[in-house]
């Protein structure tokens, strides 16, 4: 991953992060959402970085090129969780990277990143969801060993 650093994001680059976030949302390979990229959600999705930051820096991964950020992975250790859990585990919410950029070997040092930090924590269990047609994701988490458990369905009902 010659050229490629792998840190943790710095508070003054936000919104870089936030530009990341905004591709990934509107990048139709990535998800599925319907995102509307307008203020409220966007200071939302901040504070929730924020709060991640807070927690443990490590949980807010970026892979920069020297000039920019070109990549993010986001995830939570699942301490907070509601419902007890036989294990430790975390949660992989967002992983991207930019389209130009892909190929390159910053997935791959993004997820040894955090499963890395995962381990040193504790974390015996990660989750991490995927839409069922992003090939290229799916190889690189079954890459690190993901198993598929969990089916989700979607139904989409008529107004």
Do not use: H, Q, W
């Given at each position: 991953m010659t050229g490629y650093r792998i840190r943790s994001l710095k508070s003054d680059e936000m919104g870089q992060l936030t530009e990341l976030r905004t591709a990934f949302m509107q990048d139709p390979v990535g998800t599925n959402l319907e995102f509307v990229p307008d203020a409220q959600p966007t200071l939302r999705w901040q504070e929730y970085v924020r709060k991640h930051l807070e927690e443990d820096p490590r949980q807010v991964l970026v892979a920069d090129?020297?000039?920019?950020?070109?990549?993010?992975?986001?995830?939570?250790?699942?301490?907070?969780?509601?419902i007890t859990r036989r294990y430790p585990y975390a949660t992989i919410s967002d992983i991207?990277?930019?389209?130009?950029?892909?190929?390159r070997g910053m997935a791959t040092g993004l997820m040894e990143t955090c499963l890395r930090h995962l381990r040193e924590a504790g974390v015996t269990h990660?989750?991490?969801?995927?839409?069922?047609?992003?090939?290229?994701?799916t190889s690189l988490y079954k890459k690190f060993g993901f198993l598929t458990h969990e089916l989700i369905m979607e139904l989409e009902l008529s107004s």
């Open positions: 090129d020297g000039k920019r950020l070109v990549g993010y992975l986001l995830y939570k250790t699942r301490s907070d969780f509601p991207y990277v930019m389209p130009g950029y892909r190929r990660v989750r991490i969801r995927v839409l069922a047609g992003n090939e290229p994701a």
